[in-house]
């Protein structure tokens, strides 16, 4: 499974062993074995699987170690680094990657990708004014549906505010969210979809600070439905990437990024995720069954207690404070 190797293998492999050497080598293979399951569950205990599903992912695991092609590369090399406690970052990574906290190997270092190549980008551009009037139904209503944009204290330096959830992400104004669907976007026009979509309302003279998602498994897509000259991104080392109204925009937000809104009205981005196209889909197939894992299980944790300080928890207790109509309207 692992692709550790004990001296009783490599000694089968080189002829037959002398009988002193087998009688080392039986001794040797389940004190290896041993080792290598204890660096398995080491790994899989951040995802909080189920003694049923633990089952599901070391099958999992057998089936990429034993795959002879190039279809599961990736995930392999991003196992063996898990299981090893590797810390440093891949070879492919670059520098502004450094402060991203999963980085699977052997995915492009691209900061902003070109939309020419997803088939799938038009016929949402199409589809602008539909989107467009989505967000405008908000307006009217008693409640917007908005809450603050807030972060696990944990991942973040910034002092909590005196309402006690989670951080803010801004340094000025206020960045504010609406969130459409967690786990999965309700859309078959987005092939390769992932992770949840939201509105976002960046108010104006509003600035997130520089930080860096969470994976590059996958790449982050903007849709701008409300946009000023003076919105602008810096993604790595592109200091200002174009935001245009009713474009989309594909980037890759483990790249160290920030984003500015320098205008007197708010930007409001339709914002959603996809999988990074170099992932094959047996590999996205066994990474999606641990995240969603590791999410049901943050469900549980939040339904069980409320006050655990995780994604989820910070949401749900977001969606309580008060947003001011003018940091979403004006």
């Excluded at 000023?228 to 925009?249: C, H, S």
Aim: proline share 5%; charged share 30%.
């Amino acid at each position: 499974m692992s692709e550790i190797a004990s001296q009783a293998d490599k000694k089968q492999a080189e002829g037959d062993p002398t009988s002193s050497e087998t009688e080392i080598a039986a001794a040797a293979a389940p004190e290896e074995e041993n080792k290598v399951m204890s660096a398995v569950d080491a790994f899989l205990a951040q995802f909080y699987l189920s003694k049923f599903s633990k089952q599901i992912a070391l099958q999992y695991m057998k089936k990429i170690a034993a795959d002879p092609t190039d279809d599961n590369e990736r995930v392999k090399k991003w196992l063996m680094r898990g299981m090893n406690k590797v810390v440093r970052a891949p070879d492919n990574c670059d520098d502004w990657q450094r402060g991203c906290p999963d980085k699977i190997p052997g995915i492009r270092a691209q900061p902003v990708w070109d939309t020419k190549d997803f088939d799938w980008v038009e016929r949402i551009e199409e589809n602008f004014n539909v989107i467009l009037e989505e967000l405008v139904a908000l307006e009217g209503l008693d409640v917007s549906g908005f809450q603050p944009y807030r972060a696990p204290a944990a991942n973040d330096k910034i002092k909590n505010k005196s309402d006690g959830v989670g951080v803010e992400a801004t340094d000025a104004g206020s960045w504010n969210v609406f969130y459409l669907s967690l786990g999965k976007v309700r859309s078959g026009d987005i092939p390769g979809i992932y992770g949840h979509s939201f509105f976002s309302c960046l108010s104006p003279k509003s600035h997130i600070t520089k930080h860096n998602g969470p994976t590059n498994k996958k790449l982050r897509c903007f849709l701008p439905l409300t946009c000023g000259e003076n919105a602008r991104l810096r993604v790595g080392g592109v200091e200002r990437v174009p935001l245009q109204r009713g474009k989309i925009l594909i980037w890759d937000d483990s790249f160290e990024h920030e984003s500015w809104n320098d205008d007197e009205t708010s930007r409001i981005t339709l914002i959603f995720d996809i999988w990074n196209p170099d992932l094959h889909p047996k590999e996205r197939k066994f990474l999606s069954f641990l995240t969603n894992s590791q999410l049901r299980a943050q469900k549980k944790i939040v339904a069980a207690s409320g006050h655990e300080d995780n994604f989820l928890s910070v949401i749900d207790r977001a969606q309580y404070l008060d947003v001011a109509k003018e940091d979403l309207w004006t």
